[in-house]
Nanobody, 117 residues
Framework: QVHLVESGGGLVQVGGSLTLSCAAS????????LGWYRQAPGKQRELVAR???????NYANSVKGRFTISRDNAKDTVTLQMNSLKPEDTAVYYC???????????WGQGTQVTVSS
């Protein structure tokens, strides 16, 4: 089992920045990628950004150029730097670990990000 603990989040004004961090523990050998999803009220959970073990990244079109994902493999952490925040970025952000084939995916407990205009 992989345990994900998130930190960061909070309230920020439009145009501001926030950093989300997530630390993985447990069966980290089973992880193929770490990333972040978000879910706004009344909407489906969506991918924000992910980084695979080989360094390949994927971003939602809506955050490209504003958000940056990074990983510290030695510490099994993933960080999401969010700049130029918009009201539409308001959501609960979830850390996600994607397992290798045959392994289970896991979710963090979620952290609220609110961007006020």
């Amino acid at each position: 089992q992989v345990h994900l603990v998130e930190s960061g989040g909070g309230l920020v004004q439009v145009g501001g920045s926030l950093t989300l961090s997530c630390a993985a523990s447990g069966a980290v050998f089973s992880i193929n990628a770490l990333g972040w999803y978000r879910q706004a009220p009344g909407k489906q959970r969506e991918l924000v950004a992910r980084m695979a073990n080989d360094g390949i990244t994927n971003y939602a079109n809506s955050v490209k150029g504003r958000f940056t994902i990074s990983r510290d493999n030695a510490k099994d952490t993933v960080t999401l730097q969010m700049n130029s925040l918009k009201p539409e970025d308001t959501a609960v952000y979830y850390c996600h670990s994607e397992g290798h084939r045959g392994w289970v995916d896991y979710w963090g407990q979620g952290t609220q990000v609110t961007v006020s205009s």
